[in-house]
């Protein structure tokens, strides 16, 4: 038994040694490097298909790293986002608590929408406000507010909305649109 690994390994060794062997290894080394860059190369393609290097992925990071807006053409169509919010304005201009109701449940959807289009991640509202910095949103504080005065609207049938409050969320989520740069 002995002797079969002894020759085994006296095998192994030899033909190890032999020049056939190494330039074997040297062909399998270089495929090897081939396809490795390949697979890199596909991978790097892939993933700008896919549009991990997009223009508004950079465009975003860039913003939200240096805390300014570049020089660069917005791709988000703030025209069309502010003529919206115009017109959810005018709900305020009736003198009836449902337009108010429906204009403060719009203003939170308005901003969630725009919270999503800026890249925040998350399953609800309030997930992407919990990742808005004070820095990108100094008045955070006050759009958790906003936010906390729409879900009692919401979810409590018996909540009065005043004239006051539903201005008062409107104006908050216009000044955080501001400060973000959706509204100009």
């Given at each position: ?11 192994l ?6 020049p ?29 298909q ?38 959810l304005?005018?709900r ?5 608590e ?36 004070p ?21 409590d ?15 908050t ?8 740069k959706?509204?100009?």
């Open positions: 038994m002995t002797d079969i690994w002894y020759n085994l390994v006296d095998f060794t030899t033909f190890y040694k032999r056939e062997f190494k330039t074997a290894v040297s062909v399998f080394k270089v495929l090897f490097v081939l396809l490795t860059l390949i697979f890199v190369g596909l991978a790097v393609w892939f993933k700008a896919a549009g991990f290097f997009s223009e508004k992925f950079l465009y975003y990071s860039y913003y939200f790293s240096t805390k300014k807006r570049p020089d660069e053409p917005s791709p988000l169509p703030l025209k069309e986002l502010k003529e919206y919010w115009q017109q304005g005018l305020l201009n009736y003198q009836d449902a337009q108010w109701k429906l204009a403060v449940i719009e203003a939170d959807n308005f901003f969630d929408h725009v919270l999503t289009l800026l890249g925040y991640q998350g399953e609800s509202m309030g997930e992407r406000l919990q990742k808005v910095l820095e990108h949103l100094p008045i955070i504080n006050d759009v958790w507010r906003m936010h906390k005065t729409r879900n009692s609207l919401v979810h049938a018996s909540f009065r909305l005043s004239y006051s409050q539903a201005r008062d969320v409107y104006e989520y216009e000044k955080a649109l501001r400060q973000l959706i509204l100009g």
